[in-house]
């Protein structure tokens, strides 16, 4: 589920950044290239539409991040530990036979 949600982030992101690279902070973009007078949307409707994809990506794209965080939270504890403690056992037992085997160091 974790990696869904990371790739339905992705994703948007992509598509925000095309959304934002299509508008014009000066009101040019896609808007003054494809908003003649006599077309669908107009000028004005292709800004509005700019806009709220934006923002619709924006929040969805925060939405599924908290989700994906808790997902990964929930999930990703119990294994973590585990692989902690196998490396805190193996760091302990690779220093005791490190210093056990060092010249001129008498054993114990």
């Not at 530990?81 to 302990?92: G, I, L, R, T, Y």
């Amino acid at each position: 589920m974790f990696n869904f949600l990371i790739a339905l982030v992705v994703i948007a992101a992509i598509c925000l950044i095309l959304i934002v690279l299509a508008q014009n902070p000066k009101g040019g973009g896609l808007s003054q290239t494809f908003g003649g007078g006599n077309q669908y949307m107009g000028v004005e409707g292709t800004n509005k539409f700019l806009t709220k994809a934006t923002w619709t990506l924006v929040i969805f794209m925060v939405v599924v991040s908290v989700l994906a965080a808790g997902f990964a939270s929930s999930s990703d504890v119990e294994s973590s530990s585990k692989v902690v403690n196998e490396a805190s056992k193996a760091v302990k037992e690779q220093t005791e036979s490190a210093t056990t085997n060092l010249p001129g160091v008498p054993a114990e």
